[in-house]
């Protein structure tokens, strides 16, 4: 739950930096209206569920900023996010979920836990395979690719 907080906060933070030179008021407002969630959901999750109304405390509030800051930046900017973009990433995620989710509940134990982690990341990355990587990411790819063996740092001294 909090790994889940703070993947949104850092994806809704991107957000924040355009609002933040745009329109700083807007920006204060979703601010204070994320802190006033988060005590108020704190001060109600905390003593009834413990840690795990810590962890709820937080990602709510994170919840509520990104959600403030998607509307607006769809309104500011006239911007609409390419959902069609999102579909390979789900379909890897979703695919390589069942056997690391069965491994991690059919064996206890920290190592167990980890040889699961690993599963989903073997599995992730087979789907990725699989399905293959759109043209514009592909793009990217060759992009830093190429970066990476121009940069100095790449290159062997002599």
Same mark, same amino acid.
């Given at each position: 739950i909090i790994a889940t907080a703070c993947a949104m906060n850092a994806f809704f933070l991107?957000?924040?930096?355009?609002?933040?030179?745009?329109?700083?008021?807007?920006?204060?407002?979703?601010?204070?209206?994320a802190f006033t969630?988060?005590?108020?959901?704190n001060?109600?999750?905390i003593p009834a569920l413990g840690p795990l109304g810590a962890a709820f405390g937080m990602l709510i509030p994170y919840a509520i900023q990104g959600i403030l800051r998607g509307i607006?930046?769809?309104?500011?900017?006239?911007?609409?996010?390419?959902w069609r973009a999102l579909l390979?990433?789900?379909?890897?995620? %979703? $695919?390589a979920l069942p056997c690391a989710l069965l491994f991690r509940f +059919?064996?206890?134990? #920290?190592?167990?836990? %980890? $040889?699961a982690a690993g599963i989903y990341l073997v599995g992730y990355f +087979?789907?990725?395979? #699989?399905?293959?990587?759109?043209?514009?990411?592909?793009?990217?790819?060759?992009?830093?690719r190429r970066k990476t063996e121009t940069s100095p740092v790449a290159r062997p001294a002599n």
């Open positions: 991107l957000g924040e930096t355009m609002l933040m030179i745009e329109h700083p008021k807007i920006n204060l407002i979703n601010s204070a209206i969630a988060a005590v108020g959901f001060l109600i999750f607006q930046i769809t309104r500011i900017f006239h911007w609409r996010w390419p390979k990433p789900w379909v890897a995620a %979703l $695919a +059919l064996l206890r134990g #920290i190592g167990f836990e %980890l $040889a +087979l789907v990725w395979k #699989i399905i293959g990587l759109d043209p514009s990411d592909r793009a990217v790819l060759d992009h830093l």
